[in-house]
Each structure stands twice: as structure tokens, then as C-alpha cells.
């Protein structure tokens, strides 16, 4: 069965940097495009980034554009999103989906707290 | 400001039927398949719908959705005290090259 697990939350400090993985499996990780999608506490859901299949093709979120970085290793199943210059208002729980026709399935999530 | 507009909040009785409303724009909703969302509290979303009106394996037929121009709409019949969930819609904007939800819509079962 498909399972999406995120990983590298924390509490991290404004101005800093912070690493999240999506370990993947269950189905061909390789031939999926995948998405991070977030949600601050009380708040709506997000959408963060995608990156297609091969990896080559990329979009963000005017929010979070120059300041994050989302990978994958197709090699690994993982997926992961790089982000630089954290802000208070990235607080949020970081969920990682897989998109087949939608975002047919997601993560738990990884919790961020961007504090001093 | 979502770029998808929903009601905050919707209420209806055990048994009765609720819908939920999706607004957008030729560039999202107008030119792009529309999917809804449940999460029910401490949860991950869960796809409820997707490509405007299918029912992933194990959704009941109670869930349906539709869209018309720039809206879409959620329809829940037979409401159970355990559809008590937010629920959100969302898709692509061709514009900004990026996923866009609604606000979300939190669902009361009275």
C-alpha cells in the first residue's frame, strides 16, 4: 500500500534553515509527480511546491518562491524541500502528497514552529 | 485571501443533505479539473473527489460533486455525525503555475 512518511520538523529560529524528507512507498515513486502542501495551526490548507516525475520541472508558491528548494532522489523514494530564510508565518504542518489525477494520497505531516 | 472562495461554514441534521461551493476564475476552475478534500480533525486530508465529479475506491456515493464555469460544488446526502470535517477544494491555476485550495468549509452535523 502507498505510504508517504515526512520527516525534519522541528523548532528552528527566523532567518534559519531546515531540511523536510518524504519517504515514499508502496508504488513507483519515479513516475509520480509530487506535491508539499502546508498548514499553519487553525488555519487552511496550502499549497507549497511540485515537482514532476523526472525532477526536471519545478513550481512554487509565490509565498515561499527563492527561499525553498523541493528535490527528489528517484534512487531513494524520497522527496524533499529545502527551506532557507524561515519566517514566523511558515509555521505550519508540512504535508508531502503523491498526485495521481489529484492528491490521491498524503503524509501525516511534519510539524515547523519557526520561533525566537 | 484563498484564491478559491468557499463558505467558512455549513450546518445541516443527521439524515439531510448540505452542499458546498467552490468559486473561481477561467484560470483555475474555469480550465482545470476541480478535487475536494475531507480532513477530519488531527488528520491528513483525504482525496473525496477528484477530475470534478469521481469517487476515488471507497468513497460512498453519498459524496458527488459537479462543476459548472468557474464554480464546483460538493454535495454530501444522508449526513452522518462523522462527516463532521472541514472540507476543501482545489486544483490548478494556469496563471500563476501553481496548486490553489480554498478557504475551506467546516461541516457540522447538528
Known amino acids: 500500500q502507498v505510504h508517504l512518511v515526512e520527516s525534519g520538523g522541528g523548532v528552528v529560529q527566523p532567518g534559519r534553515s531546515l531540511r523536510l524528507s518524504c519517504a515514499a512507498s508502496?508504488?513507483?515513486?519515479?513516475?509520480?509527480?509530487m506535491h508539499w502542501v502546508r498548514q499553519a495551526p487553525g488555519k487552511g490548507l496550502e499549497w507549497v511546491a511540485v515537482?514532476?516525475?523526472?525532477?526536471?520541472?519545478?513550481y512554487y508558491a509565490d509565498s515561499v518562491r527563492g527561499r525553498f528548494t523541493i528535490s527528489r532522489d528517484n534512487s531513494k523514494n524520497t522527496l524533499s524541500l529545502e527551506m532557507n530564510s524561515l519566517r514566523g508565518e511558515d509555521t505550519a504542518v508540512y504535508y508531502c502528497?503523491?498526485?495521481?489525477?489529484?492528491?490521491?494520497?498524503w503524509g501525516q505531516g511534519t510539524l515547523v514552529t519557526v520561533s525566537s | 485571501q484563498s484564491v478559491l472562495t468557499q463558505p467558512p461554514s455549513v450546518s445541516a441534521a443527521p439524515g439531510q443533505k448540505v452542499t458546498i461551493s467552490c468559486s473561481g476564475s477561467?484560470?483555475?476552475?474555469?480550465?482545470?479539473?476541480v478535487s475536494w478534500f475531507q480532513q477530519l480533525p488531527g488528520t491528513a486530508p483525504k482525496l473525496l473527489i477528484y477530475?470534478?465529479?469521481k469517487r476515488p475506491s471507497g468513497i460512498p456515493d453519498r459524496f458527488s460533486a459537479s462543476k459548472s464555469g468557474t464554480s464546483a460544488t460538493l454535495a454530501i446526502t444522508g449526513l452522518q455525525t462523522g462527516d463532521e470535517a472541514d472540507y476543501y477544494c482545489?486544483?490548478?491555476?494556469?496563471?500563476?503555475?501553481?496548486?490553489?485550495f480554498g478557504g475551506g468549509t467546516k461541516l457540522t452535523v447538528l
Open positions: 508502496g508504488f513507483t515513486f519515479s513516475r509520480h509527480t
Open positions: 502528497a503523491r498526485q495521481e489525477n489529484s492528491l490521491d494520497y
Open positions: 482545489g486544483g490548478w491555476d494556469s496563471s500563476l503555475s501553481a496548486g490553489v
Open positions: 477561467s484560470s483555475n476552475i474555469g480550465n482545470n479539473d
Open positions: 515537482i514532476e516525475s523526472d525532477g526536471i520541472n519545478k
Open positions: 477530475e470534478n465529479n
